[in-house]
Every structure is written in structure tokens, then in C-alpha cells.
Nanobody
Framework: EEQFVESGGGLVQPGGSLRLSCAVS????????IGWVRQVPGKGREGVAC????????LYNSPVVGRATVSTDNTRKTVFLQLDNMQPDDAGEYYC????????????????WGQGTQVRVSS
């Protein structure tokens, strides 16, 4: 069973940046994808980005293209999400999640989920 350690949430001013981290252990396969999904109360989940371990590819969902950067440590089991020029629409609960072996269309369907970290955007 996977374990997730997420951190980095908090309050950001509009136009500011935030860096989230997710360390995953207990992975069930050497081929996996680690992604970020956000959820706003009253709205559905929205995929943000996804990293594929097998080839290092990274997918971004359209609302964050050009503003989001995903990176990993050398183990590829800790994934970082930096989001720049944050706006009120970026606020929500951000979840780290794992799927095997690849990201799925829409970047919202995953096998296992972390506990989430809250992000607020306000001046």
C-alpha cells in the first residue's frame, strides 16, 4: 500500500507562486505515474499535471499550461509542483495521486490518493 507525504500548501497572494511536494513510498510497481489533482468545494476534481516514471514525460492540463512546472528528485518518487502567477481559480485542495503505469486522459483518474493539502489564493 502506498504512503503519501504531501506538503507546501498555504496562502498565496494573487500573482504569487507555490511549490507543493509529494513523496510516495510503497509503490506497487516500478512503472507508475504521479499526478496532482485539485478540487474546489462544489466543483468536480480537475487534473493539474502528471509525471510518468518510465520515460520522464510530464503532462499538464490546459488551465495551468505555461504556469506549472513539475519536477522530481533523483529517485523519481518525490514529485514537486510549482505553480506560478496564481489566481483565485487556482485555490482548492490539491491531491497527489498514483496510477499504474501511466497518466490517464483528463489527469483525474488514479489508483491511490494522498490526503491533500489546501491552497488558498487571496490578498
Amino acid at each position: 500500500e502506498e504512503q503519501f507525504v504531501e506538503s507546501g500548501g498555504g496562502l498565496v497572494q494573487p500573482g504569487g507562486s507555490l511549490r507543493l511536494s509529494c513523496a510516495v513510498s510503497g509503490l506497487l510497481s516500478d512503472s507508475y505515474a504521479i499526478g496532482w489533482v485539485r478540487q474546489v468545494p462544489g466543483k468536480g476534481r480537475e487534473g493539474v499535471a502528471c509525471f510518468v516514471s518510465s520515460d520522464g514525460s510530464i503532462l499538464y492540463n490546459s488551465p495551468v499550461v505555461g504556469r506549472a512546472t513539475v519536477s522530481t528528485d533523483n529517485t523519481r518518487k518525490t514529485v514537486f509542483l510549482q505553480l506560478d502567477n496564481m489566481q483565485p481559480d487556482d485555490a482548492g485542495e490539491y491531491y497527489c495521486a498514483v496510477n499504474y503505469p501511466n497518466c490517464l486522459k483528463g489527469l483525474v483518474q488514479y489508483h491511490s490518493w494522498g490526503q491533500g493539502t489546501q491552497v488558498r489564493v487571496s490578498s
